[in-house]
C-alpha cells in the first residue's frame, strides 16, 4: 500500500512569484486535506477537498488555492508568495470523515 | 482562546517514568478525536484515536471527557525512543484542528 506522497521535497522561490505543490493520496482515501506548518507551531489547517470539492477551509487568505483530482491527488497553489509563507506544507489524506489522517512528509518552502 | 490547547511543556523525564499530557479543545461539535506523535522535522504520524470510554495501547492510554471538551495521554514506563512532540488533534466534519504539540524528551 503507497501511502501520501508528496513534491517536491524542498523548494526555494522569490517573493511575489506563484508555487504549486503536489500531493498523491494514499490508495482508498477520497479526502485531503493541506496543513502549513511554521518552526515550533503545530499544523495549521488550510484546507480540505472531499471528491474533488472544497468541503472545508481554515484562515488562509484567497491566494492559497487548491485542486483535487478524479484520481483523488491534489495541487496546493500559493499566489503572491509572501516571506511568511516559509514553512513545511503537509498533504493528508484519510478515508473518511470520522478517520485520523496520514500525513506525507511535506514539502520545506523556502521564501526569500 | 485558541480552538485546541496543550500543556505548554517541555516535558523531561527519566526512562521508566510515567508522563501525562492534557489538552482542552473549544469547540463542542468536535466529532473525533486523535493523539498525534512528531519526531523532529518529520510528518506527524497517528498515535492513537481517542474515545470516551477510553483506550489503551500496551504504554500508552487515551481518554476523552466531553462534559469537560479534554483529552489526556498517559505514557507509562517511558522509552527513550518516545522522546518527540506529541499533538493533540480534533476534528470537525471538515477539518481537523491541531494543538501546539507538547515537546517530551525522555533522558537515560
Known amino acids: 500500500e503507497t501511502g501520501v506522497t508528496q513534491s517536491p521535497t524542498h523548494l526555494i522561490k522569490t517573493r511575489g512569484q506563484q508555487v504549486t505543490l503536489r500531493c498523491s493520496s494514499q490508495?482508498?482515501?477520497?479526502?485531503v486535506s493541506w496543513y502549513q506548518q511554521a518552526l515550533g507551531q503545530g499544523p495549521q489547517f488550510i484546507f480540505q477537498?472531499?471528491?474533488?470539492?472544497?468541503?472545508g477551509r481554515g484562515n488562509f487568505p484567497p491566494r492559497f488555492s487548491g485542486l483535487q483530482f478524479p484520481n483523488y491527488s491534489s495541487e496546493l497553489n500559493v499566489n503572491a508568495l509572501e516571506l511568511d509563507d516559509s514553512a513545511l506544507y503537509l498533504c493528508?489524506?484519510?478515508?473518511?470523515?470520522?478517520?485520523?489522517?496520514?500525513f506525507g512528509s511535506g514539502t520545506r518552502l523556502t521564501v526569500v | 482562546r485558541k480552538e485546541v490547547e496543550q500543556d505548554p511543556g517541555p516535558f523531561n523525564v527519566p526512562e521508566g517514568a510515567t508522563v501525562a499530557f492534557n489538552c482542552t479543545y473549544s469547540?463542542?461539535?468536535?466529532?473525533?478525536f486523535f493523539w498525534y506523535r512528531q519526531d523532529c522535522r518529520k510528518e506527524p504520524k497517528l498515535l492513537m484515536s481517542?474515545?470516551?470510554s477510553g483506550n489503551e495501547d500496551g504504554r500508552f492510554t487515551a481518554q476523552l471527557n466531553r462534559a469537560s471538551q479534554y483529552i489526556s495521554l498517559l505514557i507509562r514506563d517511558s522509552k527513550l525512543s518516545d522522546s518527540a512532540t506529541y499533538l493533540c488533534?480534533?476534528?470537525?466534519?471538515?477539518?481537523?484542528?491541531f494543538g501546539a504539540g507538547t515537546r517530551l524528551t525522555v533522558k537515560p
Open positions: 493528508a489524506s484519510r478515508p473518511g470523515p470520522n478517520y485520523g489522517y496520514t
Open positions: 469547540n463542542s461539535a468536535s466529532q473525533s
Open positions: 490508495s482508498g482515501h477520497n479526502t
Open positions: 488533534v480534533v476534528n470537525l466534519a471538515n477539518d481537523m484542528r
Open positions: 477537498y472531499y471528491r474533488e470539492e472544497e468541503n
Open positions: 481517542v474515545y470516551s
